[in-house]
């Protein structure tokens, strides 16, 4: 059963903390992606990889980061956590190639930052 | 630009009618690809069709069928005969040809409440 799993379901961090999230699939998948989903917004791409050490800006990237050291973990990081970055983190993977296959998403991560 | 539009933020149904969750998107390329994913209360994101822009054929999956039409815009979901398990959040999403496969624009999402 392919399987993309994120390493919390809930997170509280206070304001100003350092914050890992952290994605891993067995899937062998290529890409991988980090999105946001807020009420009102939907979901909304920070960052995506689409090989090990590659990364490109999604929609928001603003205060975040991310690290792609090997195929199957992609790590998202709040250098400073702000209130505003309250929400729900899900992390996908896909597998290359053409055209535009599915994302496989993981069950998210619900960060709330006081 | 390309958008996604699900006009409808929340639907309330009772078990065992029919529902159409609507969906109508923006773009300027004509080789695109459209998108249905449903988010169960558990929170993962669950694929459901996905269908390019030179198949306007519908598509029909058990009780699921999906109604594609390019002169609108528009790539309508119907659940019929709905139950309880189909309560959801429901998501259209849009991709150009030739984009990557960051490009994914989703809509908001419609919430689809089915009481029984």
């Known amino acids: 059963d392919v399987k993309v799993t994120q390493s919390s379901r809930y997170l509280v961090k206070r304001t100003g903390e350092k914050v890992f999230l952290e994605c891993v699939q067995d899937m062998d998948h290529e890409n991988m992606f980090w999105y946001r989903q807020d009420p009102g917004l939907g979901l909304r791409l920070i960052y995506f990889s689409y090989d090990v050490k590659m990364k490109e800006k999604g929609d928001i990237p603003e205060g975040y980061s991310v690290s792609r050291e090997k195929k199957e973990r992609f790590s998202l990081i709040l250098e400073s956590a702000s209130t505003n970055q309250t929400s729900m983190y899900l992390c996908a993977s896909s597998p290359q190639g053409a055209p535009y296959n599915e994302q496989f998403f993981g069950p998210g991560t619900r960060l709330t930052v006081l | 630009a390309q958008k996604v539009t699900q006009a409808q933020t929340e639907i309330s149904v009772v078990e065992k009618e029919d529902v159409t969750l609507d969906c109508v998107y923006e773009?300027?390329?004509?080789?695109?690809?459209l998108f249905w994913y449903k988010q169960p209360p558990s929170g993962e994101l669950v694929f459901l069709i996905r269908?390019?822009?030179?198949?306007?054929q519908n598509e029909i999956s058990g009780r699921y069928s999906w109604n594609f039409q390019k002169s609108t815009s528009s790539f309508n979901f119907t659940i019929t005969a709905s139950q309880v398990v189909d309560s959801a959040v429901y998501f259209c999403a849009l991709v150009n040809y030739g984009g990557s496969q960051g490009n994914l624009i989703f809509g908001k999402g419609t919430k689809l409440s089915v009481k029984p």
């Open positions: 773009t300027r390329d004509t080789t695109y690809y």
């Open positions: 269908r390019n822009s030179f198949d306007e």
